[in-house]
Nanobody, 124 residues
Framework: QVNLVESGGGLVQAGGSLRLSCAASGLSFSIYDMGWFRQAPGKEREFVAAITWSGGNIYYADSVKGRFTISRDNAKNTVYLQMNSLKPEDTAVYYC?????????????????WGQGTQVTVSS
């Protein structure tokens, strides 16, 4: 059974930073492309960032480019999302996702496997 478990969410003031982690088990992590998505109350889920299995290609939503950094450690089966210069509009539940096809994550807003999500709240 595939499990993706996010952690690191919380409450932070605008301008602050958080680092999300997503620990994967039950899949061959090193051959999966990984992504982060978010969903704010009353809004649809949106793509945040994605990274290929090797870490060689990375993609970001325009809204987070220059502020968020996605990375992965295949030895630890973990993907990270470093979030800096946080804004109130970044408030959402953040989900990590895994798929063998990057474009499904990056452009398709879908994935084979999803985590349960972690809440990020940015106060003004």
């Amino acid at each position: 059974q595939v499990n993706l478990v996010e952690s690191g969410g919380g409450l932070v003031q605008a301008g602050g930073s958080l680092r999300l982690s997503c620990a994967a088990s039950g899949l061959s992590f090193s051959i999966y492309d990984m992504g982060w998505f978010r969903q704010a109350p009353g809004k649809e889920r949106e793509f945040v960032a994605a990274i290929t299995w090797s870490g060689g290609n990375i993609y970001y939503a325009d809204s987070v480019k220059g502020r968020f950094t996605i990375s992965r450690d295949n030895a630890k089966n973990t993907v990270y999302l470093q979030m800096n210069s946080l804004k109130p509009e970044d408030t959402a539940v953040y989900y990590c996702a895994a798929d063998r096809i990057l474009t499904r994550l990056w452009l398709g807003n879908t994935a084979d496997h999803w985590g349960q999500g972690t809440q990020v709240t940015v106060s003004s």
